[in-house]
T-cell receptor, first 115, second 112 residues
Framework: GAGVSQSPRYKVAKRGQDVALRCDPI?????LFWYQQALGQGPEFLTY????????KSGLPSDRFFAERPEGSVSTLKIQRTQQEDSAVYLC?????????????FGPGTRLTVL | KQEVTQIPAALSVPEGENLVLNCSFT??????LQWFRQDPGKGLTSLLL?????REQTSGRLNASLDKSSGRSTLYIAASQPGDSATYLC???????????FGAGTTVTVRA
């Protein structure tokens, strides 16, 4: 596709369930980022991939959060044993290069609601 | 840690008025600054990207200035239209980094 796509667009989970959020970056983009956006706030960095390598996971809030990009393209963000505080919009972004030189392009996000 | 602040948090103007949105950041050692637009339930659309060596960028009715030494950027939107109603976010990348640090945004309403 022409842009970054994410699925599902909306996800409702009961507390304690596991969820998996998918990101399809722009074809050929080396870098992939995950951000978390709480209601009324700006996005906060979660993790960064360069191709299949996860170079930075310093923003992941707990060990319940796990991300992977096994073939350097599609990425999945998994949240285990979801809690109410995990409710947020999860945004994926990709960029062409491997450093700050390149503009980040964002997907539409996945809105996660944990009941 | 880089702190990014946007003032005001919300703004309502009549159609045709010029908009002025402010962004400030605490660490002036930035690589670049981006302004984004976010519509309700949607992702982020990049509006303008200013490299640290630049003072301003322009695109149509939009103009963004950057004063790196004072840690400030301003987004000007000329002759506002109802379609400009959205939340505007600014974000910076530190010189030795790659991730965006965002402000909380300014929500703009343009009244017809």
């Amino acid at each position: 596709g022409a842009g970054v796509s994410q699925s599902p667009r909306y996800k409702v989970a009961k507390r304690g369930q596991d969820v998996a959020l998918r990101c399809d970056p722009i074809s050929g983009h080396v870098s992939l980022f995950w951000y978390q956006q709480a209601l009324g706030q700006g996005p906060e960095f979660l993790t960064y991939f360069q191709n299949e390598a996860q170079l930075d996971k310093s923003g992941l809030p707990s060990d319940r959060f796990f991300a992977e990009r096994p073939e350097g393209s599609v990425s999945t963000l998994k949240i285990q044993r979801t809690q109410q505080e995990d409710s947020a919009v999860y945004l994926c972004a990709s960029s062409l290069g491997d450093w700050a030189y390149n503009e980040q392009f964002f997907g539409p996000g996945t809105r996660l609601t944990v009941l | 840690k880089q702190e990014v602040t946007q003032i005001p948090a919300a703004l309502s103007v009549p159609e045709g008025e010029n908009l002025v949105l402010n962004c400030s950041f605490t660490d002036s050692a930035i690589y670049n600054l981006q302004w984004f637009r976010q519509d309700p339930g949607k992702g982020l659309t990049s509006l303008l990207l200013i490299q640290s060596s630049q003072r301003e960028q322009t695109s149509g009715r939009l103009n963004a200035s950057l004063d790196k030494s004072s840690g400030r950027s301003t987004l000007y939107i000329a002759a506002s239209q109802p379609g400009d109603s959205a939340t505007y976010l600014c974000a910076v990348i530190l010189s030795n980094d790659y991730k965006l640090s965002f402000g909380a945004g300014t929500t703009v309403t343009v009244r017809a």
